[in-house]
């Protein structure tokens, strides 16, 4: 019985869709290219947030091995623990599906970008030592300060998958390069911003000794930093105070002295997200760490690191020059025979 024709034609979709992913298939503009690179990052920053339901929910080591969830057997058993741990894990997977799609995108986007293609490949070397790391943090049993690691590796990731997609945003210069940029606002407020740039890493470094040292530690059986939470928030409150006088600061320079219309728009978008994310913060604390306010706020702390990121990108624009010619992709080559190089031939017949 032939296939109905609904079936054939969402089969038909699909084939053309994942084209580019075979040997003989077609290429990949900028603006494809770029979308690409913004499922990766969604899926990277995603995963930042299940990996803190994980603890949030006590299921650190609902999984008692790796990569089997238990001994002998790779699908967790349908109880709480296991299946959010393993979840997790599955999440992972389409994260790694992601940075390959990326590596092989960038390999196949018209014209290549070195800058591209080696920076899909830090996104699958973070992605691997994520996975490693993750072993290592179920074979010692959570402790606190490789779950620190593990957190901190997956920042690193994020600002990998930021850095990607902005580049691969700009217009395309010569020899296998981005084009030129130049600086949109005068050194000092750029210093000042990268200063804040690199409060925003304190605070976030800041905010896991919270965690370890609070009830959420991803397990009852797991450690503990060896300090007080109340301490560890009040440094981790002081940081942020001093991370939002910073840009503050910036915002105040800027509205002296003038600034384009992206570093505005970088530098109120992270002054929200940074107020709102100490809202949540001293709430959760004055409410006595409610597990909900607390995955919010690993979510805030992801919002508010790529948002600082963005903040620091927006300071440089593409530099004035001539305007690319959008490349001819050959899509037709791989069907006809009859790309470019084959229109050229006819022509000259």
Not at 4 to 14: D, F
Request: charged residues 15%; positive net charge.
């Amino acid at each position: 019985m032939p296939p109905s024709s609904e079936g054939s034609s969402w089969s038909g979709r699909l084939a053309r869709g994942l084209a580019w992913l075979r040997p003989s298939g077609g290429r990949l503009d900028p603006d494809a290219y770029r979308r690409v690179t913004a499922v990766a990052l969604w899926l990277i920053a995603f995963i930042v947030v299940t990996g803190a339901a994980v603890r949030l929910t006590g299921s650190g080591l609902g999984c008692s091995d790796w990569p089997n969830c238990e001994r002998g057997r790779f699908v967790a058993p349908l109880r709480v623990k296991p299946m959010v741990e393993f979840v997790n894990r599955v999440i992972t997977g389409y994260v790694s599906v992601a940075v390959a799609v990326a590596v092989l995108g960038a390999r196949r986007r018209v014209p290549l970008r070195r800058d591209l293609t080696w920076l899909s490949w830090g996104l699958v070397a973070g992605v691997a030592a994520q996975i490693a790391l993750g072993a290592v943090v179920v074979v010692f049993e959570l402790n606190p300060v490789l779950v620190q690691g593990h957190f901190v590796l997956s920042m690193a990731l994020v600002a990998n998958a930021v850095v990607l997609h902005h580049r691969a945003g700009l217009p395309d210069g010569e020899d296998g390069a981005a084009v030129a940029t130049r600086p949109r606002v005068p050194l000092g407020s750029r210093r000042l911003a990268w200063v804040a740039v690199g409060l925003a890493a304190v605070v976030i470094l800041t905010g896991t000794a919270v965690t370890g040292s609070g009830p959420h530690a991803g397990d009852e059986r797991a450690k503990r930093l060896p300090f007080s939470i109340h301490r560890a928030a009040q440094v981790h409150g002081v940081a942020m105070l001093v991370f939002l006088a910073a840009v503050l600061a910036f915002a105040w320079r800027m509205r002296r002295h003038g600034a384009p219309e992206p570093v505005v728009r970088a530098t109120s978008t992270l002054l929200f997200v940074l107020v709102a994310q100490a809202a949540v913060g001293y709430t959760q604390y004055f409410t006595g760490i409610p597990a909900l306010l607390v995955g919010i706020h690993v979510a805030g702390a992801t919002a508010v690191w790529v948002a600082a990121l963005r903040f620091a990108l927006s300071l440089r624009a593409p530099a004035p020059g001539p305007s690319p010619t959008r490349p001819d992709l050959g899509h037709d080559d791989h069907r006809t025979g009859r790309g470019a190089a084959g229109r050229d031939l006819v022509a000259h017949r």
